[in-house]
């Protein structure tokens, strides 16, 4: 039987946007030593903006609309993002097909070209020599018919809240914060020290991001808890693998959600420490 008090535990956390599935979550959230974040719509707003677009082998203009074709059908935020700078309605007669690679990007046909858009790795997968720049933000890399197209430059920012809500967990008792995320590993490290947190894990698969979390929750301190903190499609296998699951509610997808333990419904980082409190609180009450 539940005790009495994890139902005041629990009314409370809602009151203040924050939705618990079970007291089992509370009393595992008020063990926390080791918190997870995905970075992307988590730590970070998740809604990009082009920067730049540096085409290589054909005009700027050519390049977007080659970028916003193969992301249109993607709900992926730097799909939106590429589509919402070319700000035009997709032709999509001129794609004949289209596929997301998770993790990656895009592979697509469009006036009959095999086009790619997407990171580094889907670069070197199709063995498409990508030229160093030191360009800060996301790259969504071009290709056509194989041979490298340009690059387009897309930047994120953190939230408000992120570095108050790092700082919060660590005087709240957390002893180690990671970030995992599929992005560069620069983009990942500017994000991470701008935070203070310890770890970051960049560059990673969506499966990667699950062995990742295994991986810590092995080298946990006895009878601690490990929380995980995501908002993806992607992130539903990790949310689930966690002690305790925190999906970022309005953006986050349906499975991210259902996958979820505990959902914060307003996406402020800072609710996590919030959260923490009324669970020892409540903790102490029921022990
Ligand atoms: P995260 O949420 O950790 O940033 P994702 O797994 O959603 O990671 O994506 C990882 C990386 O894969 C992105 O940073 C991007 O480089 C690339 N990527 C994924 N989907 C797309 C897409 N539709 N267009 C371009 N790049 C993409
Ligand atoms: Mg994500």
Do not use: W
Request: hydrophobic share 40%; with cysteine; glycine share 10%.
């Amino acid at each position: 039987s539940v005790p009495l008090s994890f139902f005041g535990g629990i009314g409370g956390a809602s009151k203040r946007g924050i939705l618990v599935k079970g007291g089992n979550y509370l009393e595992a959230l008020a063990a926390a030593e080791t918190v997870v974040f995905d970075k992307t719509g988590t730590l970070t707003k998740g809604s990009f903006e082009v920067t730049k677009i540096h085409s290589h082998s054909m005009a700027d203009d050519a390049l977007l609309d080659l970028a916003a074709h193969a992301e249109s059908y993607s709900d992926h935020p730097i799909a939106r993002s590429v589509c919402a700078k070319f700000g035009k309605e997709v032709d999509r007669s001129r794609i004949t097909s289209d596929e997301e690679i998770s993790g990656h990007g895009i592979k697509a046909v469009i006036d009959g070209m095999e086009v790619y858009a997407g990171n580094k790795k889907l670069m070197a997968d199709q063995k498409v020599a990508v030229p160093e720049c030191d360009c800060r933000g996301t790259m969504v890399h071009v290709a056509a018919d194989g041979g490298y197209a340009g690059h387009i430059v897309i930047s994120d920012k953190v939230k408000e809240t992120s570095a108050d809500a790092i700082r919060s967990l660590k005087e709240n008792g957390v002893k180690q914060t990671v970030m995992l995320t599929g992005d560069a590993k620069s983009t990942a490290d500017a994000v991470a020290s701008e935070l203070g947190i310890d770890t970051v894990c960049a560059e990673l698969l969506p499966a990667d991001k699950v062995s990742k979390v295994e991986e810590l929750l092995e080298k946990k301190a006895p009878k601690s808890t490990l929380v995980f903190v995501g908002d993806g499609i992607n992130d539903a296998p990790v949310l689930s693998r966690a002690d305790v699951g925190i999906a970022m509610g309005s953006m986050g997808s349906d499975a991210a959600i259902e996958a979820a333990d505990i959902v914060l419904m307003d996406d402020d980082p800072a609710k996590i420490s919030l959260a923490m409190r009324i669970a020892r609180k409540t903790v102490r009450i029921v022990h």
